[in-house]
């Protein structure tokens, strides 16, 4: 068996796991178990065991003999190489996210008990051409995986690199206009979260529905996934509007001359956007305590836990008690709070720790890594890859209260059907 340090047991069990992998019609079920308690196993390291560093930082080791010659930044001397892209030089918050992805990337590194991995760190500068040329130089020293980049146009660049050499990537986009086959995107999605928000309005009983959403690409992935959802479950859509920026106040009155006809509207956008519009709504009589907000996982937010003009709005959100866990790991580490995106970087190392360490020579195919069970992380909960690179995530639903966060349905642990 498996056990949470991430170490095969030994005895009748090494047996029993060597000929379940040894029978094809088990191989895929059985990687995905083991790959969910390797997952779960690196906080469960991270809990109880203290991280050491040196003052300035995370110590940079030296990477393995073997194979073409490495350059820059490296952690982990493991015989297995994949790549880190981030932004480390890009102009505005990017070299800041970069420096935090980094980190989040090296706990969990270090959390996973026995991994084998060096992971190199290269450079994008933020734009798509200095995204596609890390990937060429980090496929030149070796990788068999790319971890990243962040930002869509980065991942633009690096697909046709990475498809030539038949090298998947797992980026941390959350665009899926850039995912596709051997390209998959980590980030969280929004028709994912606005499914699952909706779904759990339809079954409390809810019939009727509104939304006031932006006029952007997020907003027409909010409303696709908005009408979709409604019409599986015999929702009405009773009205969907959509504003310029700085056009709030017109949809606002488009829905209050509804709002008799509605029991509940989606509110997708950001704390300050939702709260602008959750305020005009009610300036505009519309009953906020019959009808029922709901957000999306931008809303997972303590600007929005502790906001008196959204109680009572429910959002999705991976169960938040794993980030948590895993901030607080992260405050110890670096004397920071952590971004939401960078428990992605967190989790895509544990993920190909993961894979080296229990699918030996398949360890990066296709078939793996779409694994339609999935894996379980214990920060962000149970996400999948598609084939044509998007993602899936089992969600909890969440409802704010003014303080912390009220559960009202638990996120899955295993995909149905899988």
């Given at each position: 068996?498996?056990?949470?340090?991430?170490?095969?047991?030994?005895?009748?069990?090494?047996?029993?796991?060597?000929?379940?992998?040894?029978?094809?019609?088990?191989?895929?079920?059985?990687?995905?178990?083991?790959?969910?308690?390797?997952?779960?196993?690196?906080?469960?390291?991270?809990?109880?065991?203290?991280?050491?560093?040196?003052?300035?930082?995370?110590?940079?080791?030296?990477?393995?003999?073997?194979?073409?010659?490495?350059?820059?930044?490296?952690?982990?001397?493991?015989?297995?190489?994949?790549?880190?892209?981030?932004?480390?030089?890009?102009?505005?918050?990017?070299?800041?996210?970069?420096?935090?992805?980094?980190?989040?990337?090296?706990?969990?590194?270090?959390?996973?008990?026995?991994?084998?991995?060096?992971?190199?760190?290269?450079?994008?500068?933020?734009?798509?051409?200095?995204?596609?040329?890390?990937?060429?130089?980090?496929?030149?020293?070796?990788?068999?995986?790319?971890?990243?980049?962040?930002?869509?146009?980065?991942?633009?660049?690096?697909?046709?690199?990475?498809?030539?050499?038949?090298?998947?990537?797992?980026?941390?986009?959350?665009?899926?206009?850039?995912?596709?086959?051997?390209?998959?995107?980590?980030?969280?999605?929004?028709?994912?979260?606005?499914?699952?928000?909706?779904?759990?309005?339809?079954?409390?009983?809810?019939?009727?529905?509104?939304?006031?959403?932006?006029?952007?690409?997020?907003?027409?992935?909010?409303?696709?996934?908005?009408?979709?959802?409604?019409?599986?479950?015999?929702?009405?859509?009773?009205?969907?509007?959509?504003?310029?920026?700085?056009?709030?106040?017109?949809?606002?009155?488009?829905?209050?001359?509804?709002?008799?006809?509605?029991?509940?509207?989606?509110?997708?956008?950001?704390?300050?956007?939702?709260?602008?519009?959750?305020?005009?709504?009610?300036?505009?009589?519309?009953?906020?305590?019959?009808?029922k907000l709901l957000g999306t996982g931008v809303w997972n937010d303590p600007?929005?836990?502790?906001?008196?003009?959204?109680?009572?709005?429910?959002?999705?959100?991976?169960?938040?008690?794993?980030?948590?866990?895993?901030?607080?790991?992260?405050?110890?580490?670096?004397?920071?709070?952590?971004?939401?995106?960078?428990?992605?970087?967190?989790?895509?190392?544990?993920?190909?720790?993961?894979?080296?360490?229990?699918?030996?020579?398949?360890?990066?195919?296709?078939?793996?890594?779409?694994?339609?069970?999935?894996?379980?992380?214990?920060?962000?909960?149970?996400?999948?890859?598609?084939?044509?690179?998007?993602?899936?995530?089992?969600?909890?639903?969440?409802?704010?209260?003014?303080?912390?966060?009220?559960?009202?349905?638990?996120?899955?642990?295993?995909?149905?059907?899988?």
């Amino acid at each position: 068996m498996i056990r949470e340090d991430g170490r095969v047991a030994n005895g009748a069990a090494d047996t029993a796991v060597s000929a379940e992998m040894d029978d094809p019609r088990m191989k895929a079920a059985g990687l995905s178990r083991r790959l969910a308690l390797l997952l779960m196993g690196g906080a469960a390291v991270a809990a109880c065991s203290p991280m050491s560093r040196s003052s300035g930082g995370d110590t940079l080791l030296p990477p393995p003999t073997t194979g073409p010659a490495v350059s820059g930044e490296v952690l982990g001397t493991g015989t297995v190489r994949v790549a880190l892209l981030l932004p480390k030089t890009a102009p505005g918050n990017g070299a800041a996210l970069a420096t935090a992805m980094q980190n989040a990337a090296s706990l969990g590194l270090s959390d996973f008990s026995g991994n084998d991995l060096t992971v190199m760190v290269k450079d994008t500068r933020g734009t798509s051409e200095g995204a596609a040329e890390a990937a060429r130089q980090a496929i030149s020293e070796g990788a068999e995986l790319i971890l990243g980049p962040v930002f869509a146009a980065e991942v633009a660049g690096v697909g046709p690199v990475a498809r030539a050499a038949n090298i998947p990537v797992i980026a941390f986009s959350s665009d899926p206009s850039v995912a596709a086959a051997g390209v998959y995107i980590l980030g969280f999605l929004v028709d994912g979260q606005v499914r699952r928000v909706v779904a759990e309005a339809a079954k409390s009983g809810r019939k009727s529905i509104a939304a006031i959403m932006s006029q952007s690409a997020f907003g027409n992935l909010a409303e696709a996934s908005l009408r979709q959802e409604a019409g599986r479950y015999g929702m009405r859509v009773v009205a969907v509007e959509r504003y310029p920026a700085g056009g709030e106040a017109q949809a606002v009155a488009a829905i209050a001359a509804v709002g008799t006809q509605i029991d509940c509207i989606l509110l997708p956008e950001g704390v300050g956007v939702a709260t602008t519009i959750a305020r005009s709504l009610r300036s505009a009589g519309v009953d906020l305590a019959r009808i029922k907000l709901l957000g999306t996982g931008v809303w997972n937010d303590p600007a929005v836990y502790n906001d008196p003009s959204l109680v009572g709005g429910w959002f999705p959100s991976p169960e938040v008690s794993g980030f948590s866990t895993f901030a607080s790991h992260y405050r110890s580490a670096y004397g920071s709070e952590p971004p939401l995106t960078a428990s992605l970087a967190y989790d895509a190392v544990v993920l190909a720790a993961g894979l080296a360490k229990t699918a030996g020579a398949q360890r990066f195919q296709l078939s793996v890594i779409t694994n339609p069970e999935g894996f379980l992380s214990a920060v962000n909960g149970l996400f999948r890859f598609n084939a044509v690179g998007t993602n899936d995530r089992g969600l909890a639903v969440y409802e704010v209260t003014g303080s912390t966060p009220s559960l009202v349905s638990a996120a899955p642990r295993a995909f149905t059907g899988a």
